[in-house]
C-alpha cells in the first residue's frame, strides 16, 4: 500500500515539473512579444553631440525633410550641394558604428541599409559603411560632408 501510494505521488511530480516549465516558457513568449512590439524609435542622444546631430540629420533625410536636414549643414556643406536624389529610394536605416570626436571636427562612422522591392527572389538589402564628417560652427555641431545615400538639400546652392 505504501509502494502505490509512493508510485502515484512520484507519478503527479513530473506533471507538476512539465507545467512549471511550460507556464515559465509561455510567459517568457510574452515578454519578448511585447519588448519587441513596444520598442518604438531608438532613444534620441544628446542633440548636442556630433552622434546626435547625425542621428536627427539622417532622420530627417529618411523621412523626407529637406529643410530639417539642411538645418544641420555648415554653410560650406549647403554651397557644395546640388539637390538630392529623387530617383533612389531612401536607405532604411542607419546605425551608428563608431564616433571620433576632435576639438572642432569629428568622423561618425555609420551603416547604411538600403532595401529594395524588385528582383527574381523578391525584396533585398544592400548595407554599407561610410562616414559623416562634422565641424563644430559658433559652438555647434553641423555636417560638412554626409555619405552620398543621406544627400539631401535644396535644389539651388546657398550663397554664402
Given at each position: 500500500?505504501?509502494?502505490?501510494?509512493?508510485?502515484?505521488?512520484?507519478?503527479?511530480?513530473?506533471?507538476?515539473?512539465?507545467?512549471?516549465?511550460?507556464?515559465?516558457?509561455?510567459?517568457?513568449?510574452?515578454v519578448a512579444l511585447a519588448v519587441v512590439f513596444t520598442r518604438g524609435e531608438?532613444?534620441?542622444?544628446?542633440?548636442?553631440?556630433?552622434?546626435?546631430?547625425?542621428?536627427?540629420?539622417?532622420?530627417?533625410?529618411?523621412?523626407?525633410?529637406?529643410?530639417?536636414?539642411?538645418?544641420?549643414?555648415?554653410?560650406?556643406?549647403?554651397?557644395?550641394?546640388?539637390?538630392?536624389?529623387?530617383?533612389?529610394?531612401?536607405?532604411?536605416?542607419?546605425?551608428?558604428?563608431?564616433?571620433?570626436?576632435?576639438?572642432?571636427?569629428?568622423?561618425?562612422?555609420?551603416?547604411?541599409?538600403?532595401?529594395?522591392?524588385?528582383?527574381?527572389?523578391?525584396?533585398?538589402?544592400?548595407?554599407?559603411?561610410?562616414?559623416?564628417?562634422?565641424?563644430?560652427?559658433?559652438?555647434?555641431?553641423?555636417?560638412?560632408?554626409?555619405?552620398?545615400?543621406?544627400?539631401?538639400?535644396?535644389?539651388?546652392?546657398v550663397k554664402p
Open positions: 500500500m505504501d509502494d502505490t501510494a509512493a508510485g502515484g505521488h512520484t507519478g503527479r511530480r513530473p506533471d507538476r515539473i512539465l507545467l512549471a516549465l511550460v507556464g515559465i516558457v509561455v510567459v517568457l513568449v510574452v531608438p532613444a534620441a542622444l544628446d542633440q548636442a553631440s556630433p552622434a546626435g546631430v547625425v542621428q536627427r540629420y539622417s532622420k530627417a533625410v529618411i523621412d523626407g525633410d529637406i529643410p530639417t536636414a539642411e538645418s544641420f549643414l555648415t554653410p560650406g556643406a549647403r554651397s557644395r550641394c546640388y539637390g538630392s536624389s529623387f530617383g533612389e529610394p531612401r536607405p532604411a536605416r542607419v546605425v551608428l558604428v563608431s564616433t571620433t570626436e576632435r576639438t572642432d571636427s569629428a568622423t561618425v562612422k555609420v551603416s547604411i541599409v538600403q532595401s529594395s522591392q524588385g528582383g527574381p527572389f523578391g525584396p533585398s538589402e544592400y548595407e554599407m559603411e561610410d562616414a559623416f564628417s562634422l565641424l563644430k560652427v559658433n559652438g555647434k555641431w553641423l555636417v560638412d560632408q554626409a555619405p552620398y545615400p543621406l544627400t539631401a538639400c535644396s535644389a539651388v546652392p
